[in-house]
């Protein structure tokens, strides 16, 4: 399980081909690199930044899945 006092435990992952966001937990998350996240505990999904877009991006089971990642606490 991902544990960062500075980032939110969970982030808005939008499905691009389906038009659909849902929450999703964080587990392992390194900023501007890569995001691995799990959607119901059933799904993982690895995604890594895009700079040219600012957001992460990753595909899973021939669908195509975003983020802007975790919410940073101040």
């Given at each position: 399980m991902y544990h960062d006092s500075t980032y939110a435990e969970t982030c808005e992952?939008?499905?691009?081909?389906?038009d659909q966001?849902?929450?999703s937990e964080?587990?392992?998350f390194h900023p501007?690199?890569?995001l691995d996240v799990s959607v119901n505990r059933e799904l993982k999904i690895q995604l890594k930044y895009n700079k040219h877009h600012d957001l992460y991006i990753g595909a899973k089971a021939g669908l195509e899945?975003?983020?802007?990642?975790p919410k940073q606490f101040k």
């Amino acid at each position: 399980m991902y544990h960062d006092s500075t980032y939110a435990e969970t982030c808005e992952l939008h499905c691009t081909d389906k038009d659909q966001s849902i929450d999703s937990e964080v587990l392992n998350f390194h900023p501007g690199k890569y995001l691995d996240v799990s959607v119901n505990r059933e799904l993982k999904i690895q995604l890594k930044y895009n700079k040219h877009h600012d957001l992460y991006i990753g595909a899973k089971a021939g669908l195509e899945f975003t983020t802007i990642g975790p919410k940073q606490f101040k």
